[in-house]
């Protein structure tokens, strides 16, 4: 099994804060899961490089484009054409629980080709202010059929599986993640939100849905 872990980035050192960087690292080099290797793309500004020390092999790409989105498909076919089996997202202002890789992983064992969790919402004057159970849902088909995105982008992770039929992300900024479950779910993916609380989803002014979606 081969895993690949994707960072990618865009003048991160204007936007985010060292201490939320090196945060955000951190929470990917403590994983109790450590068979990974990290695939780093700054895709536009300041020559950049986080991840030099984590995950056994890191491979940095420097690479313009237009958006979040085009890296994000750049990424993916470049993990896949290298025989990747599961990939994580990572959102370099947030943070992740030292056994989020361990326990998505076991679900894609279980049949997942796409992976969620519950996820806090957090900021550095509050911490962890709100919870949101997104698994209590139940059917994530019908939440999307109804407009509803319950799955957590910052925390997704994919087997390689889910991308079969030509699935990528549409240039659609700011809803460019539902579109994508929408069309999954029209396709039989199957998709799963794990109970636990994975991801800790920093809220700041910065962030790229807040730009896209005002």
């Keep these: ?10 003048n991160a050192s204007k936007i985010y804060k060292k201490e939320w960087i090196d945060k955000c690292i951190d929470s990917i080099r403590n994983q109790t899961f450590q068979e990974f290797d990290v695939f ?3 895709y536009g500004g300041k020559y950049t490089h986080y991840c030099s020390s984590i995950g ?3 491979t940095l790409i420097v690479n313009p484009f237009a958006n979040h989105i085009q890296a994000m498909n ?3 076919d470049r ?44 900021n550095d ?5 709100k919870q949101m159970d997104m698994a209590r849902y139940g059917n994530i088909g019908v939440q999307l059929r109804r407009g509803h995105n319950v799955l957590a982008h910052p925390v997704i992770a994919y087997h390689k599986s889910f991308f079969d039929g030509g699935l990528k992300y549409n240039d659609l900024l700011g809803y460019e ?3 994508l479950w929408q069309r999954a779910d029209k396709l039989g993916k199957k998709m799963v939100i794990l109970p636990d609380y994975l991801l800790n989803y920093r809220i700041h002014e ?4 807040k730009t896209y979606k005002g």
């Design 1 to 10: 099994m081969k895993v690949a872990v994707i960072i990618y980035h865009s």
């Design 40 to 42: 780093e793309l700054n």
């Design 56 to 58: 056994n092999n890191q």
């Design 74 to 76: 750049y990424l993916i």
């Design 79 to 122: 993990c896949l054409l290298q025989g990747y089996d599961i990939i994580f997202n990572t959102n370099l202002d947030d943070c992740y629980a030292p056994d989020r890789f361990a326990k998505q992983i076991l679900a894609i064992h279980n049949g997942a080709q796409l992976v969620s969790s519950n996820f806090n919402y957090f």
């Design 125 to 129: 004057e509050r911490g962890n202010f």
């Design 177 to 179: 993640d539902k579109d």
């Design 206 to 209: 910065n962030q790229i849905t």
